[in-house]
């Protein structure tokens, strides 16, 4: 039995976790790199469900069901950091009453904190809180998460085809016999007995490319990253979501997020600088001291929402939950599958649903293992470079300690060394770093993965070019016509 997984997000490799472990053959196709799409660009928060607790139930037990059971099998990818939801002086009373109603109501744990001991954890807050409630909101790594499920998957002789794009399926009387791809060997099929859709907001179109309309609504929101970790809880508004009303810290960051704008194609747009500053504003109201914080670049993620009863200009009452579509029996064609929506906490679920359903299509009697299989932690280079302070070679990034050691991989692609090592990430967003680690490639491949790096920090940090940043810019700008001869014009 082979699958062939489209999407090398969180949702893809959930899925292939899932049917890796029922003992099925299972090849990812990813067009890029993994997590290049909105699994590496987004807030890093492990909801308790309490975000969602008034306006979407359902995702909100989804999320408190896998928050705790991701603490059990991916210990090594989330951070019980906890979390609070504070209601300001004149935020509504009603609101307030139905979370604290609803929590109860799905057994979602929430505890009334007292004023001083809120104040003594996160003494940054604005002092106009009227109450404020503990919940079991945590921090899920994305980064290493995605890095120990492809370890997993590979582990279960699963493979992952980076840099392959799906474009087409072969059917034989309306069952799917094959995906068809592009990638470094060029135009191919894949032999397979069934395909799933995991392209997250670029699912509407595979879904297209298949003769099938699948409604995905994108929206993206645009995200803030400081500099230092000025608070180790997450903390939400406790209020209905809206625009900047959450800030998750993450290794040694802070995230503040986000919008939330629907969108009609599913490429992340370039950032904002007029949203950046009125995220900053809608912050400061939470923290009022946010204009003396470093905000080291901005970027943006888009949410493959499912909207089944067509798109939408208000993609916040969208719902946050996921879908599993069977297009055997929805449209006729066996073997296909679409996964849909969702966020990355219930990525697990969803591929627990998907494999079910593969599984019942298939007449397969395989039970899914993935609720109680540990994800085994990952070699990651970080880690590495933490146990090992000695005989690392040169440094090569100063913000995030990165050695030559860290780097032995040489197959490893940028967006691999990225989530391994965090380079370029760190307070000079790649500006004395970059070329060091990169310089290690060949030439050909040197020019072209800094042309990418460049563009994609360039844009990050001007959207946030105020300030000390105005000046970083104007040095970064400097030091690679200093060191690679650019020219500046
Ligand atoms: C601003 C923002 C903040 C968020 N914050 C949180 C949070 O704090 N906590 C949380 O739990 N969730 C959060 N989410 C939601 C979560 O990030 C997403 O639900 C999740 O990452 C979606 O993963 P995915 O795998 O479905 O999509 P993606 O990660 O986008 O993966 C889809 C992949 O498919 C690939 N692909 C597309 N077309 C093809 C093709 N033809 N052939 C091969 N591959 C293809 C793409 O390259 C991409 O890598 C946030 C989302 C946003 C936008």
Redesign the pocket.
């Known amino acids: 039995m082979r699958v062939v997984v489209?999407?090398?997000?969180?949702?893809?490799?959930?899925v292939a976790w899932d049917l890796a472990l029922r003992g099925v053959d299972v090849v990812v196709?990813?067009?890029?790199?993994?997590?290049?799409?909105?699994?590496?660009?987004?807030?890093?928060?492990?909801?308790s469900g309490g975000r969602y607790l008034v306006t979407d139930p359902n995702a909100a037990q989804e999320?408190y069901r896998e928050n705790v059971l991701l603490r059990v099998i991916a210990p090594n990818a989330v951070v019980a950091t906890g979390g609070y939801f504070v209601k300001k002086y004149g935020d509504d009373d009603n609101f307030e009453r139905r979370w604290t109603h609803q929590a109860e109501a799905l057994g979602v744990p929430i505890r009334e904190v007292p004023p001083a001991e809120l104040r003594q954890a996160l003494p940054m807050l604005t002092p106009d809180i009227e109450r404020a409630y503990w919940v079991p909101d945590g921090v899920?790594e994305?980064f290493r998460m995605l890095t120990m499920l492809v370890a997993a998957i590979q582990a279960r002789g699963s493979r992952l085809l980076e840099r392959?794009?799906?474009?087409g399926i072969r059917t034989e009387s309306h069952r799917v016999t094959g995906v068809e791809?592009e990638g470094p060997d060029g135009h191919r099929t894949l032999d397979c007995d069934a395909v799933v859709n995991?392209?997250?907001?670029?699912?509407g179109?595979?879904a297209h490319?298949w003769g099938i309309d699948v409604k995905v609504q994108p929206?993206?929101?645009?995200?803030l990253i400081f500099a230092n970790r000025r608070m180790d809880q997450v903390v939400n508004r406790l209020k209905l979501p809206s625009d900047g009303d959450?800030f998750?810290p993450h290794q040694e960051v802070v995230?503040l997020?986000?919008?939330?704008v629907a969108q009609p194609c599913?490429d992340a747009p370039e950032p904002d600088r007029l949203e950046a500053i009125r995220l900053m504003s809608l912050g400061a109201e939470l923290v009022p001291d946010l204009g003396s914080w470093r905000v080291l670049r901005g970027f943006?993620?888009?949410?493959?929402l499912y909207e089944p009863s067509g798109l939408t200009d208000d993609s916040r009452t969208v719902s946050?939950d996921f879908a599993v579509l069977n297009h055997g029996d929805r449209d006729g064609l066996a073997g296909a599958f679409s996964?849909?929506?969702?966020?990355?906490?219930?990525?697990r679920l969803?591929g627990e649903v998907l494999g079910d359903k593969l599984a019942e299509s298939l007449d397969m009697r395989l039970p899914s293992r993935s609720a109680d299989t540990v994800i085994e932690a990952h070699r990651t280079t970080q880690a590495t470079s933490r146990r090992h302070p000695v005989d690392r070679g040169a440094l090569l990034c100063e913000c995030e300690g990165v050695y030559e050691s860290d780097l032995d991989n040489e197959t490893a692609s940028q967006t691999q060394m990225r989530f391994g090592t965090w380079f370029s990430m760190g307070p000079c967003q790649g500006t004395f770093c970059a070329h060091r680690v990169l310089g290690r490639r060949s030439a050909a491949q040197f020019a072209q993965e800094m042309a990418w790096l460049r563009h994609e920090r360039e844009h990050g940090l001007n959207v946030v070019g105020w300030g000390s940043n105005a000046r970083l810019i104007a040095l970064e700008q400097a030091t690679k016509a200093q060191t690679l001869a650019e020219d500046l014009s």
């Open positions: 489209i999407g090398a997000g969180a949702t893809g490799l959930g196709v990813e067009a890029h790199e993994v997590g290049v799409g909105t699994s590496g660009r987004f807030h890093g928060l492990l909801h999320c899920l994305g392959t794009r799906a474009v791809v995991a392209a997250g907001p670029w699912a179109l595979i490319d929206s993206y929101g645009l995200m959450i998750v995230i997020g986000t919008t939330d599913p943006n993620g888009v949410r493959p946050r996964v849909l929506g969702g966020k990355w906490t219930t990525f969803m």
